[in-house]
């Protein structure tokens, strides 16, 4: 896989994707994060990570699994000797 300046990848644990919803047991699913991912665009790592902390956050006790995330953004580096 190649960033280009710009991108943000998000690596994620199954433990938020299967994080229930609500009291039916409804999970909270790819197609979900996907859609939470894409209305972030155009985004950084940073934005991304807090994005998702308040996410976890709001899903509480519905978070049942390890969760973990990790978000990369690429950008341009100069030289500028």
Same mark, same amino acid.
């Given at each position: 896989?190649?960033?280009?300046? =710009?991108? !943000? $990848? $998000?690596?994620? @644990?199954?433990?938020? /994707?299967?994080?229930? /919803? *609500?009291?039916?047991?409804?999970?909270?699913?790819? *197609?979900?994060?996907?859609?939470?991912?894409?209305?972030?665009?155009?985004?950084?790592?940073?934005?991304?990570? !807090?994005?998702? !902390?308040? $996410?976890?956050?709001?899903? =509480?006790? =519905? +978070?049942? *699994? *390890?969760?973990? +995330?990790? @978000?990369?953004? @690429?950008?341009?580096?100069?030289?500028?000797?």
């Amino acid at each position: 896989m190649r960033l280009t300046p =710009g991108d !943000t $990848l $998000l690596l994620y @644990a199954g433990g938020l /994707t299967e994080a229930r /919803t *609500d009291t039916s047991g409804v999970r909270y699913g790819e *197609d979900a994060l996907r859609g939470f991912a894409a209305a972030l665009a155009p985004t950084t790592a940073h934005t991304t990570g !807090t994005a998702l !902390t308040e $996410l976890l956050d709001a899903l =509480g006790d =519905g +978070v049942d *699994d *390890d969760t973990a +995330v990790l @978000a990369i953004s @690429a950008s341009l580096v100069t030289d500028e000797r």
